[in-house]
């Protein structure tokens, strides 16, 4: 949130509550925030941390960020890459990354193995060997542990998800749209990452669609945008272009708040 603190004073951020339709000052430190969110169930032993999977974004973007800033964005393609990779992981950690994931696993079946029937040595993979298993369904004990195994699960699937890297949207070509007019910012919310699709009925057919736009606010100065087709690497936003995004932040479904430089007055409607 520090890219998008007002550049007047030290630190304000202006902040929109969708649901109630109103402006506030805070501070990147204050909002959006919930304690333990990435953190495994106490007794677990994961592999890794979820801290460990955000450690490379959360050290290299702030002052990527700033250098970015103090050049005008002249240099930005030296560093698509982790931009790109960046916004995965924003995605990834997301909440609304989160339900999805849990409305998947809520209609699963899971698993558990019974019993090891045979074992023996695979005939295509030399060296090797392969088990045949029986499995039963799995039960939870109750509603409290099915509660704690969904949310580890979620966050492994999370840090799978950033492991990816670019994943789905390698291949990709992207620019950067910026503004220097703080009166007509680029601004973010809770998912920050956008898929701007035209008529499509699922994700899936969105991201085959070679119009379709991937969105990510870098900071109230800068977005980096994303498409199938060829696309201009650097240039100003467009006059009404801005003004088209804001509806994405400002009335996003299942977001709680809108982050901006400054209180956006004619703009709260949308």
Known sequence: MEGFTSPSREGPLWVFDIERRKWFESNPRSVAAERAYYDYSEGSEPDATADQAFKE????????????????????????????????MLRARSDLFRQEVLKEADHATFLKVEEVLQTRSDPNKPGQTE??????????????????????????????EIGKGAGEFAGWNWGLRFTEDVTKPVITGDNAVALVGFGHSSREEAMRDQDTLFIFPICWQACLIGRRHKIDETDAFQPTALSDLYPLYLNEAGGRFAHSPQRLEARSTF
């Open 57 to 88: 974004f959360e050290t290299n973007f702030p002052p990527l960020r700033q250098e970015l800033v103090a050049s005008n964005f002249s240099g930005w393609t030296k560093h698509r890459e982790l931009l790109v990779r960046y916004s995965q």
């Open 131 to 160: 088990c045949q298993i029986k499995f039963s369904a799995a039960e939870m004990q109750s509603n409290a542990n099915r509660a704690v195994f969904f949310k580890n699960l979620s966050i492994t699937k999370m840090r799978m």
